[in-house]
């Protein structure tokens, strides 16, 4: 079974531009969360999309949104880029379903996106 | 809120030498406790995972009990070896599938 995919593997961009990143999930899996890794805040929560829904949501500014297709695949954006922006983006796929009871299926993540922001 | 405060790294133990890494958690709920490991050049992967109080997960040699009195989920083994050289993440899960990890712990095993 192919594992959950992220392209592209590095992105160098300026500030002020935009950039997407994306991410192919584990077949049957319909959960889709994205994490940002940085040496100083280690891994932070963006958001979760499960069905085309954005069902979680962490503490970040507007400037990051998602989406997530029909066929589970899913989309990051992020608008206006910082300098603080870069990170190593992370995509995790999962078989959690519910979105009222705690999960006990475990992530599994991608490689990830290397991004600088110059 | 809800966090995760782990073993400040980094770590340096010699082949064969016990390892534990220190985990403790806050959270408003009763959560599932993981443990992610890292290796150089390689994506997050899970090492062990715990659902309800003390239940032991296990994996590789390594070993965590979550204990709720000490809202704890110390990861263990009793002897390392040189390819468990890695970065060590420990994380909890509440409702839906929001994860909340703690910083991670470098280990480095040598010879």
């Known amino acids: 079974k192919a594992g959950v995919t992220q392209t592209p593997r590095y992105l160098i961009k300026t500030r002020g531009q935009q950039v997407t990143l994306s991410c192919s999930p584990i077949?049957?899996?319909?959960?889709v969360s994205w994490y940002q890794q940085t040496p100083g805040q280690g891994l932070q929560f963006l958001f979760e999309?499960?069905?085309?829904?954005?069902?979680n949501k962490g503490n970040f500014p507007g400037r990051f949104s998602g989406r997530q297709f029909s066929n589970s695949r899913s989309e990051m954006n992020v608008s206006t880029l910082e300098l603080g922006d870069s990170a190593l983006y992370l995509c995790?796929?999962?078989?959690?379903?519910?979105?009222?009871?705690?999960?006990?299926?475990?992530?599994?993540f991608g490689n990830g996106t290397r991004l600088t922001v110059t | 809120g809800d966090s995760v405060t782990q073993m400040e790294g980094p770590v340096t133990l010699s082949e064969e030498a016990f390892l534990t890494i220190n985990c403790t958690y806050t959270?408003?709920?009763?959560?599932?406790l993981f443990w992610y490991v890292q290796y150089p050049g390689e994506g997050l992967q899970l090492l062990l995972k715990?659902?309800?109080?003390?239940d032991k997960g296990s994996n590789k040699g390594f070993e965590a009990t979550y204990r709720k009195e000490t809202t704890s989920f110390h990861l263990e083994k009793g002897s390392v070896q040189v390819s468990d050289s890695a970065v060590y993440f420990c994380?909890?899960?509440?409702?839906?599938?929001?994860?909340?990890f703690g910083t991670g712990t470098s280990l480095t095993v040598i010879p």
């Open positions: 995790a796929s999962s078989l959690a379903s519910s979105r009222t009871l705690r999960s006990n299926s475990p992530l599994h």
């Open positions: 077949s049957g899996h319909r959960s």
């Open positions: 999309y499960f069905s085309e829904t954005q069902r």
């Open positions: 959270a408003t709920g009763y959560p599932s």
């Open positions: 715990a659902t309800k109080a003390d």
């Open positions: 994380a909890l899960s509440l409702l839906g599938n929001q994860f909340y």
